[in-house]
Protein backbone atom coordinates (compact mmCIF):
# COMPACT_ATOMS: atom_id res chain seq x y z
CA UNK A 1 0.00 0.00 0.00
CA UNK A 2 1.19 3.63 -0.21
CA UNK A 3 2.68 5.21 2.52
CA UNK A 4 -0.14 8.14 2.24
CA UNK A 5 -2.55 5.72 3.85
CA UNK A 6 -3.19 6.59 7.77
CA UNK A 7 -4.46 4.64 10.38
CA UNK A 8 -5.84 5.13 13.57
CA UNK A 9 -4.15 2.93 15.55
CA UNK A 10 -0.82 4.47 17.03
CA UNK A 11 0.55 1.46 19.03
CA UNK A 12 0.41 -2.65 17.82
CA UNK A 13 -2.54 -3.41 19.40
CA UNK A 14 -4.37 -5.78 17.33
CA UNK A 15 -7.66 -4.19 15.89
CA UNK A 16 -10.84 -4.79 18.09
CA UNK A 17 -12.91 -8.20 16.29
CA UNK A 18 -16.40 -6.20 15.70
CA UNK A 19 -19.68 -7.60 14.52
CA UNK A 20 -18.46 -5.28 10.85
CA UNK A 21 -15.14 -6.68 10.79
CA UNK A 22 -16.08 -10.63 11.33
CA UNK A 23 -18.76 -9.74 8.71
CA UNK A 24 -16.82 -7.98 6.20
CA UNK A 25 -13.74 -10.63 6.42
CA UNK A 26 -16.52 -13.86 6.00
CA UNK A 27 -18.06 -11.71 2.89
CA UNK A 28 -14.51 -11.84 1.71
CA UNK A 29 -13.45 -15.21 2.42
CA UNK A 30 -16.73 -16.45 0.20
CA UNK A 31 -15.34 -14.65 -3.44
CA UNK A 32 -12.36 -15.37 -4.91
CA UNK A 33 -11.98 -12.35 -7.22
CA UNK A 34 -10.85 -8.59 -5.76
CA UNK A 35 -13.43 -6.42 -4.88
CA UNK A 36 -13.90 -2.96 -4.45
CA UNK A 37 -15.15 -1.50 -0.89
CA UNK A 38 -18.38 -0.36 -2.97
CA UNK A 39 -19.08 -3.91 -4.25
CA UNK A 40 -18.62 -4.93 -1.03
CA UNK A 41 -21.17 -2.95 0.41
CA UNK A 42 -23.50 -3.50 -1.84
CA UNK A 43 -22.95 -7.61 -1.31
CA UNK A 44 -23.75 -6.45 2.70
CA UNK A 45 -26.84 -4.56 1.49
CA UNK A 46 -28.31 -7.05 -0.74
CA UNK A 47 -27.57 -9.80 2.13
CA UNK A 48 -29.93 -7.53 4.62
CA UNK A 49 -26.61 -6.37 6.54
CA UNK A 50 -25.94 -3.06 8.06
CA UNK A 51 -22.10 -1.26 7.52
CA UNK A 52 -21.85 2.14 6.31
CA UNK A 53 -19.47 2.63 3.29
CA UNK A 54 -17.16 4.79 5.74
CA UNK A 55 -17.04 1.02 7.93
CA UNK A 56 -16.05 -1.09 4.86
CA UNK A 57 -13.41 1.59 3.68
CA UNK A 58 -12.11 1.55 7.22
CA UNK A 59 -11.98 -1.74 7.78
CA UNK A 60 -10.46 -2.78 4.69
CA UNK A 61 -7.46 -0.65 4.94
CA UNK A 62 -7.03 -2.60 8.75
CA UNK A 63 -7.28 -5.83 7.22
CA UNK A 64 -4.65 -4.92 4.29
CA UNK A 65 -2.73 -3.32 7.16
CA UNK A 66 -2.40 -6.43 9.31
CA UNK A 67 -2.09 -8.53 5.52
CA UNK A 68 -4.93 -10.18 6.06
CA UNK A 69 -6.06 -9.26 2.37
CA UNK A 70 -4.00 -8.47 -0.47
CA UNK A 71 -5.00 -5.57 -2.51
CA UNK A 72 -4.65 -4.07 -5.93
CA UNK A 73 -4.86 -1.01 -7.86
CA UNK A 74 -7.95 -1.34 -10.83
CA UNK A 75 -7.09 0.13 -13.98
CA UNK A 76 -9.93 2.73 -12.95
CA UNK A 77 -7.56 3.94 -9.86
CA UNK A 78 -9.97 2.29 -7.30
CA UNK A 79 -8.45 -0.78 -4.64
CA UNK A 80 -9.82 -4.20 -4.41
CA UNK A 81 -9.70 -6.17 -2.18
CA UNK A 82 -8.79 -10.10 -1.66
CA UNK A 83 -8.66 -12.82 1.04
CA UNK A 84 -5.97 -15.15 -0.17
CA UNK A 85 -6.60 -18.63 0.20
CA UNK A 86 -2.61 -19.14 0.12
CA UNK A 87 -0.45 -17.55 2.70
CA UNK A 88 2.83 -18.23 1.90
CA UNK A 89 4.14 -15.91 -0.80
CA UNK A 90 2.75 -15.95 -3.86
CA UNK A 91 1.44 -14.40 -7.00
CA UNK A 92 -1.81 -13.65 -9.17
CA UNK A 93 -3.08 -13.67 -12.53
CA UNK A 94 -6.07 -11.15 -12.70
CA UNK A 95 -8.73 -11.10 -15.65
CA UNK A 96 -8.72 -7.18 -16.99
CA UNK A 97 -12.30 -7.83 -18.00
CA UNK A 98 -13.59 -9.87 -14.98
CA UNK A 99 -11.27 -9.48 -12.05
CA UNK A 100 -11.07 -13.31 -11.92
CA UNK A 101 -7.87 -14.02 -10.04
CA UNK A 102 -5.60 -16.67 -9.45
CA UNK A 103 -2.90 -17.41 -6.92
CA UNK A 104 0.26 -18.43 -8.66
CA UNK A 105 3.71 -19.76 -7.59
CA UNK A 106 6.43 -17.53 -8.95
CA UNK A 107 9.47 -19.72 -8.89
CA UNK A 108 11.68 -17.91 -12.07
CA UNK A 109 10.16 -14.01 -10.54
CA UNK A 110 11.41 -14.90 -6.60
CA UNK A 111 15.00 -15.62 -8.85
CA UNK A 112 14.93 -12.71 -10.66
CA UNK A 113 14.18 -10.66 -7.58
CA UNK A 114 16.73 -11.81 -5.88
CA UNK A 115 19.46 -11.51 -9.16
CA UNK A 116 18.59 -8.18 -9.58
CA UNK A 117 18.31 -6.59 -6.30
CA UNK A 118 22.07 -8.30 -5.58
CA UNK A 119 23.11 -6.73 -8.86
CA UNK A 120 22.39 -3.39 -7.51
CA UNK A 121 23.65 -4.06 -4.16
CA UNK A 122 20.25 -4.49 -2.33
CA UNK A 123 19.79 -7.11 0.29
CA UNK A 124 16.07 -8.25 0.78
CA UNK A 125 14.24 -7.92 -2.05
CA UNK A 126 10.55 -7.95 -2.06
CA UNK A 127 8.06 -7.87 -4.62
CA UNK A 128 4.93 -8.30 -5.82
CA UNK A 129 3.44 -9.65 -9.30
CA UNK A 130 0.60 -9.48 -10.74
CA UNK A 131 0.00 -10.57 -14.19
CA UNK A 132 -3.16 -9.17 -16.49
CA UNK A 133 -4.74 -10.83 -19.06
CA UNK A 134 -7.70 -12.20 -20.62
CA UNK A 135 -9.48 -15.25 -18.89
CA UNK A 136 -10.90 -17.74 -21.10
CA UNK A 137 -14.68 -17.18 -20.37
CA UNK A 138 -14.33 -13.70 -21.37
CA UNK A 139 -11.94 -14.34 -24.42
CA UNK A 140 -14.97 -16.61 -25.45
CA UNK A 141 -17.14 -14.10 -25.07
CA UNK A 142 -15.43 -11.74 -26.75
CA UNK A 143 -14.62 -14.20 -29.26
CA UNK A 144 -18.63 -14.84 -29.94
CA UNK A 145 -19.70 -11.38 -29.98
CA UNK A 146 -17.67 -10.38 -32.85
Known amino acids: MSAERSTTQDTKTPPRNTRQRRLIK ?82 PAEKWAESIASEHGFIRPEHHVEIFGTCTECAARESGAG
Do not use: K
Open 26 to 107: QTLGEGRDFRTAQQLHAELVTAGEHASLATVYRVLNSLADTGEVDTWRTPEGEMAYRRCLTIRHHHHLICRDCGRTVEVSGG
